[in-house]
């Protein structure tokens, strides 16, 4: 069956205040980016464009960090002004909204410090006389992004495309979904990114294998003054 290479870069969204504090977003707490964040968003699309990186589409999840993040890349791949006044998508790139991209839900521990576990943060959760809220496990995560990469690859099979999601799923694209990494720890810092070449079966939304092009999480396309490391959840 013949095959075709696609490229996909993965875009964790940008700094949020809620990242910088080193609180636990997951699903549950969809706030915005904050300056930074938005500007480092910009600044990898300045960047990509300045390294002749060919986008063909932008994908995002449906939160509003990656939907932000999706706008400044998009407004710095083109080269036009960004603004905190306007985080919208301008229209001149295809870009396509997918909630099967959202972080993992993790329960208890969203709106905690990220020092806490799901059991200490269950705990306290109890105390406030608080409903359960949505956990995911690892595999509830993969078979989520399994339909995104199914329906992805149904209208895609060739170019180089960027997906806009979130540190989890990064991880989750990683390791489980392109088998590229190991049990070690992977950090995935705000704005990072982490390219695969893949093989595109053409007559079914499947792909053969995955190879690396770049570091996981790398930090290239960032400009230096807006790096930030502070938290990686």
Not at 62 to 86: K, M, N, W
Not at 147 to 170: P, Q
Not at 216 to 230: A, F, N, Q, S, W
């Amino acid at each position: 069956m013949a095959s075709s290479a696609l490229t996909l870069t993965l875009l964790r969204h940008g700094e949020t205040d809620y990242n910088s504090l080193g609180i636990v977003q997951g699903q549950g707490v969809n706030g915005p980016l904050n300056q930074t964040g938005y500007a480092q968003a910009a600044g990898v699309g300045q960047m990509m464009r300045l390294s002749a990186v060919d986008i063909a589409s932008v994908s995002y999840s449906d939160q509003v960090r990656t939907q932000e993040s999706a706008a400044g890349f998009i407004r710095g791949y083109h080269g036009l002004p960004c603004s905190d006044d306007d985080r919208s998508i301008p229209a001149l790139e295809q870009a396509d909204i997918y909630s099967s991209l959202r972080e993992r839900a993790k329960g208890a521990q969203e709106g905690r410090l990220n020092n806490l576990s799901l059991g200490e943060a269950e705990n306290l959760d109890a105390e406030e006389n608080r409903p359960p809220r949505l956990w995911e496990s690892q595999e509830d995560v993969c078979k989520r992004l399994r339909v995104f990469m199914a329906e992805f690859l149904s209208k895609n099979k060739e170019g180089h495309h960027l997906v806009v999601t979130h540190g989890g799923c990064v991880r989750i694209f990683v390791r489980d979904i392109f088998q590229l990494a190991g049990d070690n720890p992977v950090k995935v810092y705000n704005s990072s990114t982490t390219t695969v070449s893949i093989m595109v079966k053409k007559d079914e939304p499947t792909f053969e294998n995955a190879t690396l092009l770049s570091d996981i999480g790398d930090l290239k396309y960032i400009p230096p003054e807006l790096v930030t490391t502070r938290s990686d959840h």
